[in-house]
C-alpha cells in the first residue's frame, strides 16, 4: 500500500531555518583505545582529500575526514585490530597497520584510479534504466534487519566569515529496516554547543530538525522524500561517467529536472555500481531558478520587511558496504543565503552547516526508543543541547576532526564561558 506523503516532510528535508528578530548571542596507557590522527593525501599532487572514509575492516567503527582532510579515528584495544583503511571516490582502498601509525598528524597518501575508456564504449542499459534496477535492487543491496547506530553531527551557522552558532552531539540511531518502511529514530546521548562566537547584529538564525532531518536525506530508504526519486518522470538522466568507489568501479548517472513542481527538484549526481546495481553515493543541489519556491522550501519564520534569498545549497549521501550490504555512512548539507531588509542597507550573507557520519554499528539488542527520548523534525538542538552537555565529550567516541576555523571558535566560546562562570 502506498503511503500518503506529508507535504511538510518532503519540504522539512530541506531543513527549515527560523529567523527572529533580536541579539544571536593526549593520550594515556590506561584508555580503552589507541588514537590514530593525521591527514589524507593525493600520493602525486600531495592535495588533501576531503570527506575520505576512515575506518576498520571488518568492523563497523570509523570517520570522515574534514574539509582540511584531517581525521581523528578511535580504535578499542579490545578489538586487536591490526589495520585501518581509507577509501575515497576516485582513488584506490589503502590499508595502514595501526602500530605504524599512531604519533599524531601523519600523512596518509592515496593512489588515484584511473579509468581508461575505449574508444567507442557499448553501455548495457539506459541510464534511467540504471536508476530503475537500483531501484529495485534495493531490498537486496540494503540491510533487511534494524541496527543501532552511533553518529557524530555538527551544525554550524556562519554570517559572512564569522561564527554565531556550533553545535556538536554525539547521537543514538535506530535504522529500520530497507526491506519494509518503518521510521529511523534519532535521540541526543551527549552533546555541547557555543553560542556569542560573534554577536549577530540584527538577526537570529536557527536551525530546525538537526540529525532528525539529516536521516530523511537517506536518499534509498526515502525515494519519495528527499530528491524524489519515487517518480523517475520528475527527472533526465544521463551517464556522465565511471568512478571508482571502494575499488568498485561505479556507474555516474547525472540528473536534472524534467518537469515543474509546486516544489522545486534537484540537480546532481548518482552513483551506482556497475556490479550489484547499489546506490553508495549521490551529490546534489536544490534548482534555485525559481527563487519563490526555493526560499518556500527552507524558511519556516522571518520578520516582516526581511528578504530571504537562498543563494546555493550542497548535499553528499555516502553508503558504505559490509558483509555485502550496504549502510548509510556520511551526510552532508550545506546552503547559502542572503538576508535583505527592505528600504534599509542591511545585507547579510549566512552559511548554515550541517554534517553526520556513522561511527559505530551493531545489529544485537536493538530496540526502538521511547518517544519522550526522540529528537524531532520541530525541534532546534541549540535549544535542546544543554540537556546533554557532557564535560568528556570527546571521551572513546568518534567524531569528525573539527576545522581550523571551528576549532578556534570553540576555544574562543570556552573562554567566554569560563569568564562567565566566574
Not at 586487536?80 to 602500530?99: D, L, P, Q
Amino acid at each position: 500500500m502506498k503511503r500518503v506523503i506529508n507535504p511538510f516532510l518532503r519540504l522539512c528535508i530541506a531543513f527549515m531555518l527560523i529567523i527572529n528578530l533580536g541579539m544571536a548571542y593526549g593520550q594515556t596507557g590506561d584508555e580503552p583505545f589507541v588514537t590514530i590522527s593525521g591527514v589524507v593525501k593525493d600520493a602525486v599532487t600531495h592535495e588533501k582529500i576531503v570527506f575520505a572514509s576512515v575506518f576498520v575492516p571488518g568492523s563497523s567503527v570509523g570517520t570522515v575526514t574534514n574539509s582540511e582532510g584531517e581525521f581523528l579515528l578511535k580504535v578499542n584495544k579490545s578489538t586487536n585490530a591490526e589495520y585501518f583503511e581509507i577509501s575515497h571516490m576516485g582513488y584506490y582502498n589503502k590499508k595502514f597497520k595501526i602500530t605504524e601509525s599512531l604519533g599524531g598528524n601523519k600523512s596518509f597518501y592515496l593512489d588515484q584510479h584511473i579509468v581508461m575508456l575505449k574508444e567507442i564504449t557499448v553501455w548495457p542499459q539506459e541510464p534511467i534504466d540504471i536508476v530503475r534496477i537500483a531501484l529495485k535492487k534495493i531490498n537486496q543491496n540494503y540491510s533487511g534487519i534494524s541496527n543501532q547506530m552511533t553518529g557524530f553531527y555538527r551544525e554550524s551557522i556562519r554570517q559572512q566569515r564569522d561564527y554565531l552558532s556550533i553545535t556538536e552531539a554525539v547521537v543514538d540511531i535506530y535504522k529500520a529496516p530497507y526491506t519494509r518502511y518503518q521510521n529511523d529514530q534519532v535521540k541526543i546521548f551527549k552533546g555541547r554547543k557555543g553560542d556569542n562566537v560573534k554577536i549577530a547584529d540584527t538577526l537570529m538564525v536557527k536551525l530546525q530538525g538537526g540529525p532528525n532531518v539529516i536521516m530523511l536525506l537517506d536518499i534509498v530508504r526515502n525515494t519519495d522524500l528527499s530528491i524524489a526519486l519515487d517518480s523517475l518522470e520528475n527527472y533526465t538522466f544521463e551517464l556522465a561517467g565511471l568512478e571508482n568507489i571502494d575499488n568498485k568501479q561505479n556507474y555516474v548517472i547525472s540528473f536534472r529536472p524534467a518537469v515543474s513542481r509546486l516544489s522545486p527538484l534537484y540537480i546532481g549526481k548518482l552513483y551506482i555500481t556497475q556490479d550489484n546495481f547499489a546506490i553508495t553515493k549521490a551529490e546534489f543541489s536544490l534548482d534555485l531558478s525559481d527563487a519563490e519556491k526555493a526560499t518556500n522550501v527552507f524558511l519556516k519564520k522571518k520578520p516582516s520587511g526581511l528578504v530571504f534569498t537562498p543563494t546555493a545549497t550542497s548535499y553528499i549521501v555516502n553508503y558504505k558496504e559490509e558483509n555485502g550490504k550496504y549502510y548509510l555512512n556520511y551526510v552532508r548539507v550545506e546552503l547559502k543565503f542572503k538576508c535583505d531588509w527592505k528600504k534599509k542597507w542591511f545585507k547579510n550573507n549566512y552559511t548554515v552547516h550541517s554534517e553526520m557520519a556513522i561511527t559505530d554499528r551493531r545489529e544485537d539488542k536493538v530496540m526502538r526508543f521511547a518517544n519522550q527520548d526522540l529528537f524531532k523534525t520541530n525541534m532546534i538542538l541549540t535549544d535542546k543541547i544543554q540537556y546533554f552537555t557532557d564535560k568528556n565529550f570527546w571521551g572513546d567516541y568518534n567524531i569528525i576532526e573539527p576545522e581550523e576555523s571551528i576549532e578556534n571558535a570553540i576555544k574562543k566560546i570556552t573562554k567566554i564561558m569560563k569568564k562567565e562562570q566566574k
